[in-house]
């Protein structure tokens, strides 16, 4: 009753309808990344140097020579591997069994040819001006190896929404199996679990963070778990501080009275009435986690190239600031900022719809 009274107030709150609504847009777009980006390939990562840094709008025609392989490596979920060699080019000729183009970029006046002979039996200029010269436009431009901007920040927001959704569930795992058995038994284990949150407690997030990625070595899995092992001990606190309460209720007390097992009291009878309060943190650890894993990306020990990050993205191209081409590191910036708004934002809604007190 309590969740469908919090449920009905936070419809009538227009900013955390509007949150979460955000939040759902982001996450269909990171499940469906692939589909939606117009750089198909894994990780977005198809350079064209001659193309870089060049502005929002920007548009120019490719060529495409094929590599003579079966073109069967297209992934609906992990983007395709593109074997094919894509040149941008500024001007084109034809002549009867070749063509001769300028490359895009290119100061002098050379123009390089490429036979017919080069693309599968019997091309003609038609079929490769149909199959092989396409336009290509770039929404938000192309960053400094000349990859398309908006398919690295769509690919990025993968990382953002999966290193959000894994530390929040290692973290609640962890935090609310030592929680509640420090509140609930008491005693040893109780001075025992405080001690060893006491000592996580007190290291500094950041640097344990970077201590438990080295050890684990730099990567995309390894980001997942030493976010989630960190952040643990606030859920942990939380948890144990509302268990000790709670079974101090006449309700407990008569439970334990009737003769309940301790683990059918505590799994059946604490734990359900801690939901609010953990939906409540749980957003807070999410937002939490996407900064952290951005600051790591930025430091150079979190998703490793050619994997997008926003975090990594902004280390890429934050000297642009200074260079007329700001734009290449506030998008990303923007990106993680408008996230983790949108997560502290309806954090706080379900705050005070749930009447969170703790």
């Known amino acids: 009753m309590e969740l469908k009274r919090a ?13 979460a609504g955000y939040i759902l847009i982001i996450t269909l777009v990171a499940v469906f990344a692939y589909p939606l980006s117009s750089d198909k390939t894994q990780y977005a990562n198809q350079m064209h140097l001659s193309i870089h840094s060049q502005p929002p ?6 060529l495409i020579i094929p590599s003579g392989e079966p073109e069967n490596n297209k992934n609906f979920f992990f983007g395709d591997i593109n074997k094919n060699e894509e040149i941008p080019i500024k001007e084109i000729r034809w002549f009867d069994n070749r063509l ?28 490769i001006e149909a199959k092989y010269l396409k336009e290509k436009h770039f929404i938000l431009g192309t960053d400094k190896y000349g990859r398309d901007l908006l398919s690295r920040l769509i690919i990025g927001s993968r990382i953002s929404i999966s290193i959000g959704l894994v530390a929040v569930i290692i973290s609640l795992f962890i935090g609310v199996l030592f929680g509640s ?35 684990l070595g730099r990567g995309f899995w390894q980001v997942f778990i030493a976010v989630g092992l960190t952040m643990w001990v606030e859920v942990a606190r939380l948890v144990r501080g509302l268990v000790k309460s709670t079974k101090e209720e006449l309700f407990i007390q008569a439970a334990t009275t009737l003769g309940f097992s301790k683990s059918r009291i505590l799994i059946n009878h604490i734990l359900p009435l801690l939901i609010a309060p953990l939906i409540v943190i749980s957003a807070a650890n999410f937002a939490s986690a996407i900064l952290m894993e951005s600051g790591l990306s930025f430091l150079g020990i979190g998703a490793q190239p050619p994997m ?14 200074l260079l007329g081409k700001p734009y290449l590191a506030i998008l990303p910036g923007l990106a993680i900022l408008s996230l983790v708004l949108a997560f502290m934002m309806l954090g706080n809604s379900l705050r005070d719809a749930l009447d969170v007190k703790s």
Request: charged share 20%.
């Open 308 to 321: 997008p990050s926003w975090g990594g993205m902004i280390k890429d191209h934050f000297r642009y600031l």
């Open 100 to 127: 001769s183009f300028k490359r895009y970029g290119n100061a002098m006046s050379h123009f390089e040819e490429r036979s017919f002979n080069q693309f599968p039996q019997g091309t003609t200029r038609k079929k």
């Open 57 to 62: 709008g920007f548009s120019c025609n490719i």
């Open 181 to 215: 058995l420090a509140g609930f038994f008491g005693g040893f284990i109780d001075k025992l679990i405080m001690w060893l949150i006491n000592v996580v407690w007190s290291i500094p997030t950041l640097l344990m963070v970077i201590a438990i990625t080295l050890a």
């Open 7 to 19: 449920f009905k107030l936070l419809r009538k709150d227009v900013w955390a309808l509007a949150c």
